[in-house]
């Protein structure tokens, strides 16, 4: 896989006034996740008085980004989403918890959004593998659980495979 240039690429995140604190709480729950230089503003501007927090340089999960705190001009929507691959059901339970527990909320097949409405999918591999893998009938069955789900539930993905 290659790796990301942070020297060249970042994915800008806009907020309404909230970045960092959402930078803290990723580099809290995330690993390979880490909050970096915050810069204030200058002077004042659309989004907020001169020395309030602009931006806020973070990684999450190794991925660089940089956090805008531009004011409510922009939401978010399910259009982009961050996407955890997960091993075990303890770690999907802990990034999902941590995420609707913290202000987020729950949706379908895996997704949630975190309180600054960032889209999440916390996606067990062994759906993943089940739904791309050579077995379209393990495949349909994996998706067809997966749809009743909000949380993915590894050993009822498991069950479907088997049949």
Not at 48 to 55: F, I, N, Q, R
Request: negative net charge; proline residues 4%; hydrophobic residues 40%.
């Amino acid at each position: 896989m290659a790796s990301v240039n942070s020297d060249k690429t970042r994915l800008c995140l806009w907020y309404d006034s909230g970045a960092e604190e959402a930078a803290q709480f990723y580099a809290a729950t995330f690993p390979d996740s880490s909050v970096g230089a915050t810069h204030r503003a200058p002077a004042d501007n659309p989004s907020g008085e001169a020395g309030a927090v602009l931006t806020v340089d973070f990684t999450v999960l190794g991925f660089p980004c940089i956090g805008l705190n531009g004011g409510p001009a922009f939401t978010h929507s399910e259009a982009f989403s961050f996407q955890i691959s997960t091993e075990t059901q303890e770690e999907t339970d802990r990034y999902w918890n941590a995420i609707v527990g913290n202000g987020g909320q729950e949706s379908m097949c895996g997704w949630c959004k975190d309180k600054w409405g960032i889209s999440w999918q916390i996606t067990p591999r062994v759906l993943t593998d089940a739904v791309a893998g050579s077995d379209p009938v393990a495949a349909k069955r994996a998706f067809e659980a997966m749809m009743t789900m909000k949380k993915i539930d590894i050993a009822a993905i498991e069950a479907a495979i088997a049949g």
